[in-house]
């Protein structure tokens, strides 16, 4: 994870149910005085979950979700938001446990 991105995983509710659909969104907040580039958002969503997982980045259109997505750049204080949504299981039990990782490239502003 790069050490200068504030990365946080918030899901939509703590209790899943069979065939019911989980909304996770990914907030990163870029904290330093530099700009954010190259950056690559990582999820490979827990083998709970159907093959059905879709992405959004403005929360009203969705496009399947390939296990990863490439953002170009984050401004100085900026934030990027982005939601996953995926079906879990039938017969899937237990706790449903999903990491996200976070890859960047920091440059000083005027050299994007």
Known sequence: MADELTVTLEVSCKFATESGRL????????ETEQW????????????????????????????????FLEVESIEPGGVFVMFLSATVKQGAVGIIENRVAVDAKFCEIGNV
Do not use: C, R
């Not at 909304?23 to 870029?30: A, D, G, S, V």
């Open 36 to 67: 954010a580039t190259d950056i690559m958002i990582h999820d490979v969503l827990p083998e709970q979950f159907n093959d059905d997982a879709k992405y959004s980045i403005d929360g009203e259109n969705w496009d399947d979700w390939k296990g």
């Open 23 to 30: 909304y996770y969104q990914i907030t990163l907040e870029n």
